[in-house]
């Protein structure tokens, strides 16, 4: 069980039962350390250094696993800036491991090497069209350019706290990479609400967003009028159905199971509200299950 905390004019803990803290004495040298390693490896996407090891050792155990001290472990690697030799930063690492796995999700783990050939491609075409004045050609081109660079810049972004989460979403199933890999309008629609929702649109869903997609009719969805592509993406990326996916997609990532009704409901008003993965990843991995110490 969790404890998390629920957003209403104040923030509140809220103490789920069953959630008592484990006592340091009864959990092995190895678990501690099998706990470190995996939050390292989900976090920055490498195992920690042996100085990191010990460090992260020393200060759970010294702090009897104190959530607040494996907190502060998670969130020095989510956000430390501090130069680091091969990797940036921690943070660094950890945007990147963010967009390395919303790229496996919508767009195969596409390299950012291969887009750029396919920014390269369409470049060329651009310039051939300008030359020739086909100038139809030209800015359909360059719209192209433009989200197979949305997609890239997503990382950066990410990093700078311009963006959330589910922007770099938007533009993962916004591109023609994610064309290709669901080829018609019918084929997109699905797996947007598969890949972001975590499940198939309703009849209704599905009727309304093949409209504006398809035929660029207005059509209501989520409480919103869109008339072409460009809105339903930002449509379906604001919605409270994609906040609730986003957790969804953390609990899959990190414990391997699908959140329970309860977890989404605790979780979900200030995720809505705030869009923040970071405090979602945390609050998974700062629990007992996650470190496996039950």
Known sequence: AFSFLLSSCK???????GNDPVSAFNISRIKIENYIQRVFIDVIGREPLEHEMAESLQRLQSDSLKRSTRMAIIYELMNDESPREGEGSYRAAYILNLYNLAKIRCMEGVSDGYIE??????????????????????????????KYRAVIDSREQLFDRKIKFHHVFGTMINNGIYDEINMNTFNFVRAAFDELLWRLPTEEEFSNSFEMVENELPSRLFDR????????????????AMAEGLIIWAFQIYLNRAPTP????TFLPDFIQTGDIDFIISEIMVTDEYANFR
Do not use: C, M
Request: glycine content about 8%; hydrophobic content about 35%; proline content about 2%.
């Open 11 to 17: 923030k509140e803990t809220i103490v789920i039962s």
């Open 225 to 240: 009028i869109g008339s072409n592509k460009e809105d339903f993406v930002d449509i379906l990326i604001h919605s409270p």
């Open 117 to 146: 050939s396919r920014i390269n491609i369409v470049s060329f075409g651009a310039l051939k069209d300008s030359l020739e004045g086909n100038w139809d050609g030209y800015y359909r081109k360059q719209n192209t350019i433009r």
């Open 262 to 265: 309860l977890e989404i409901a």
